[in-house]
């Protein structure tokens, strides 16, 4: 059973009527309950927790990390982003919804800008399935349509993704990369590029349909701890002279 902490900044709904209106619960509070309905031990954590909930015990006790933000990423002490690193190279999943392209954890994992362009005007958007064998798009059609969205555009300075999932078309014309998989040391990162705190994209089935693909995906195996440096000689190495 795949262990996930569903990580979200919690400023908006605490500020803004409308987004508590959407999302009562908090975002964070929508991801969880509909992964809890499938196999896994889900629970919350919030920028407002003791170290952002995001402590060494929470960290090692998770298989996938879901990570949302957007007006606090500046607030995320950079001691707290340096551990969430070591613990995705050390094998644990991330993904990394909407605005959260602009966190500090996945501009340091990408090593890049992560900017793009982007509009507020009520479009509709259409995520192609680019790669329909992908596990993430297991039980997809052939594209996700969402009647009201933010709008992301190209250029978006990501690395060249690993695997290219999804492409979004939006009613004003503009593509963007809207899917995108990573591996980073020993952990598989996801980007999925729809959500924002006004619209109720989150209840949409489909895109739940793919965060909890990600999540089976981005889960792996706790694999042995790497040993770098010095390292002795598995079998017995002769002299210079070929003696010994």
């Not at 709904?13 to 209106?21: G, H, M, Y």
Request: with cysteine; net charge negative; hydrophobic share 35%.
């Amino acid at each position: 059973m795949a262990k996930v902490t569903v990580w979200n900044e919690n400023q908006h709904e605490q500020k803004n009527a409308e987004v508590r209106a959407v999302y009562p619960d908090g975002i964070h509070g929508a991801i969880a309950s509909f992964l809890e309905g499938e196999s896994f031990e889900v629970r919350t954590a919030t920028l407002d927790d003791d170290e952002c909930g995001l402590t060494r015990e929470v960290l090692e006790d998770t298989d996938v990390l879901i990570w949302w933000g957007h007006i606090a990423h500046d607030a995320v002490p950079d001691e707290i982003v340096d551990r969430v690193k070591q613990r995705v190279l050390d094998g644990m999943g991330l993904i990394v919804l909407h605005s959260g392209h602009f966190s500090k954890i996945f501009k340091s994992l990408m090593g890049t800008s992560c900017d793009l362009k982007w509009r507020e005007a009520d479009e509709k958007e259409r995520i192609w399935v680019v790669d329909p064998s992908h596990p993430i798009a297991e039980g997809l059609g052939e594209y996700i349509e969402l009647e009201r969205e933010e709008m992301y555009g190209e250029h978006f300075d990501i690395p060249a993704p690993d695997q290219l999932v999804m492409v979004s078309w939006f009613e004003g014309g503009e593509v963007f990369r809207s899917g995108c998989t990573y591996q980073r040391g020993k952990g598989k990162v996801f980007y999925f590029r729809p959500g924002h705190e006004t619209y109720p994209t989150y209840f949409n089935k489909d895109v739940q349909k793919v965060i909890i693909n990600a999540v089976r995906w981005a889960e792996g195996s706790r694999q042995p701890e790497v040993k770098y440096g010095n390292a002795k000689p598995l079998e017995h190495i002769k002299g210079k002279n070929g003696e010994g």
